[in-house]
């Protein structure tokens, strides 16, 4: 038995992993179910690579779920006598080591597996006549894995900020799911001042000075993974059509956010180990 | 022979309380020393600085071992719910895998009485079962010097019984620094002792020496130490 067990366990031993498992899968056959239903409604053609932009929209429930249950599972001083018992067996490293690797890989396997099911459900189902990009596919994917990085990272950041669970889980979840919201509402308020309120969301980036603050923030990188399913087509119109929006196919896209997360990673690592290091139990 | 455990003027201070006073004490190897004090006296705290849970103020510890095999039992143990007993005491094993082999597990489980609880979860034990797996978990890496915070706090006088057998049968292999409440314990248990309260020790040495210099009986000699000991705070404190 060792940590990574443990951590193994307690997924599939409690609630945890299979309401994970369960809620990627839903995400999957919900972008399925729903591209169904549109191509019975419409005369258009209802292409595989769309339900891969739904899957990647619907895919930000089950992230936020993981993300409260790793939060929760960083809160280790949160019961001080399971604190002491892992504290006086395993080191400070071993112990955010290995929880870090295990819930990056988590997410990681869980979405691509969620990512996967929909590719071919939606091969099955809809037109497959494109191909998905590769080299496209591959940038995308590198956005995704810079994200849960990120994620993973902040998530640690805030276990070490917070001794409780609740604390932690709350603080990450309103990172995640309340930064965007408030974003948008700035953005709206500020394009409204500015007399450009019809402005469509698509070009906020360029007009809106907040929206271009906010680009900023490390899990807009999370934006980027419609790249995982570009098609010949937008290659050759140079636009990326996602959920009813045209996207430029700049690879400069999400730049902002990237940089930042290059630059907060680290100092995020130092300090969460500051300060879980120096936390008495 | 160098000591297993040397604590010199060793303070700690929450804001403005002190909670461990210019504290000194010495541990032999091979003794089962108690350590007793009413709530508030510091003697958790003492337990966790020595395992590094908490930091000192100031003052200097020095061990006669390797610091990896020093451990502590918290007074009221807790572990992960969804792990079996064997699956528990073979997670504390996993530090000390390459001097404590698989087999011992299941011999550990058996001398604190779980053997029937094996293969269940912990999640639904009682607190004297939970002190009983923390007994195994501390016992597995085969310390050579064990801090137990009142392991009899929560058990039934036969459970209780079991655990003290099992402290005295440690005697001569591993030194023990034995926190508790119960005078009783200390007293059948300890070959020597350390009274204390607010931070401050008021006796420290052998249990014999303490008993012969005194006519009552073990219990109210230290009641009435610490009584003398809380009355000359209060004084202190007052002024007076």
Redesign the interface.
Known sequence: ???WR?EL??LL??WRGWTLSGVFLLASLLATLIGFLIQRSSTSSFTYDQTLDLYTAFAWLPILLWTGIAASSFAIDS????S??L????SLAEILISKSIFYFVLVGVLWLTGFAITFFLGLLIFDGSHQISLGWFLWGLFFFLITGIFSTALILFCGALFRGAVASVLVVIGLNLGLPIIASLLIFLELLIRGLADTPPVEWDAVSYVARTFLWWPVATYDAVIFMSVTPAEIAADTSLTLGQAIELEAAFRIKPLMSSVIALPAMALLSWRWYAKR?? | MTPILSIAGLTKEFGEVRALDELNLELEHGAVHGLVGPNGAGKTTLL?IL?G???KTHGNIQYGVSENRV??L?D?????P??TTR?VV??????FRDRVDVGTVDKVIAEVGLEEAADR?VGGFSRGMKQRLGLA?VLI?EPQLLLLDEPCSALDPFGRREVLNLVSGLKGKTTVLFSTHILGDVESVCDSMTVMNNGRVLYDGSIDTFNDSREQSFEDSILELLTIDSNNSLVEKQGY
């Open positions: 038995m060792n940590l443990v366990l307690h031993r409690t019961n001080r006598e399971r002491v018992f504290r006086l067996r395993f008495e139990v | 966790s395992v849970l908490r930091q451990t502590l918290p009221t143990p807790d572990f992960f969804f792990l699956e073979d997670l504390s094993r996993y530090p979860r978990t890496s």
